[in-house]
């Protein structure tokens, strides 16, 4: 089968940067100036990039990271508060921006991978908190500052960190605001595993290998089945994931994997 070529997708902002290559979608926090820093055009230019990669046949998985290697993401921009997040109409626009970004996210039906080098503070734990699988280098830090600035915390932000790590460390991020090193952000179950500076693209990029080598159908329905395990049980669409996996048993890729493995070979997913 042949590779489809390295291609790029215009975000609107060259503060965000969108790039496939062989199966892989990559979104770039390109601020490195400001330790990637979360401006408000970065959250509008996250829209059109995370619609991209969901409707692009050819990607498997999406990985996160940051500019340079000091920061993934070091919050958001706090510059731009004192215009943006004062005044109750700017506030209404600012926010109206972050739910159209939060919408985006969870309409991604791709497995995410957030590579996590340096400062992932505030806005940018938020959003590794949007990918499944959070991968850090030894040097990482991780802080919700809120308290120590005295904004209001959203409610959205504080259940996702809830559901990752419980109530106990939830609240004693949130509380603190103190930073917290990989190893302990590990121990609390924030992120799935930390690694040695030097080896954190290889290992990315080897579990986003690994992760493309296999059958989208049936990862979707993985991760559908999961993000309805969030919700309040009477909210689940249980019937919707059903089918899901349904569809795995009709699919062509089903039969593929059943060869594969008579013939002892590698299979070859096709998504169908």
């Not at 290559?21 to 979104?27: L, Q």
């Not at 939830?170 to 930073?179: P, V």
């Not at 290992?203 to 080598?213: N, P």
């Not at 159908?217 to 669409?237: F, N, Q, S, V, W």
Request: aromatic share 6%; glycine share 10%.
């Amino acid at each position: 089968m042949t590779t489809p070529p390295t291609r790029s997708y215009d975000t609107g902002s060259d503060k965000l940067l969108c790039v496939v290559d062989d199966g892989i979608g990559r979104i770039t926090f390109n601020n490195p100036e400001k330790h990637n820093a979360l401006s408000l055009g970065m959250q509008q230019a996250l829209v059109p990039a995370l619609a991209a990669l969901a409707a692009d046949a050819d990607v498997r998985v999406v990985v996160l990271t940051g500019a340079g290697n000091k920061a993934f993401v070091s919050g958001a921009d706090i510059s731009e508060f004192g215009e943006q997040r004062t005044a109750p109409e700017a506030r209404a626009a600012y926010d109206s921006v972050a739910s159209d970004a939060a919408a985006a996210w969870r309409a991604m039906s791709k497995p995410i991978i957030a590579m996590i080098r340096g400062y992932c503070i505030g806005g940018g734990l938020i959003t590794a908190m949007q990918a499944d699988i959070r991968i850090a280098s030894t040097d990482a830090q991780f802080a919700i500052p809120a308290a120590r600035l005295g904004l209001g915390y959203g409610y959205g932000g504080v259940e996702a960190l809830f559901g990752l790590v419980g109530p106990a460390f939830a609240a004693e991020i949130l509380f603190s605001a103190r930073r917290m090193p990989a190893a302990e952000a590990l121990q609390i179950g924030l992120i799935n595993r930390v690694v040695a500076a030097d080896d954190l693209e290889t290992t990315v990029e080897g579990l986003a290998r690994a992760i493309a080598a296999n059958a989208p159908m049936t990862i979707a329905a993985c991760k559908a089945a999961i993000g309805e395990l969030r919700r309040a049980p009477e909210h689940r669409d249980v019937a919707g994931v059903n089918a899901m996996i349904e569809a795995c048993f009709r699919s062509q890729d089903y039969l593929e994997g059943q060869r594969a493995f008579a013939e002892k070979r590698p299979p070859r997913f096709a998504g169908s």
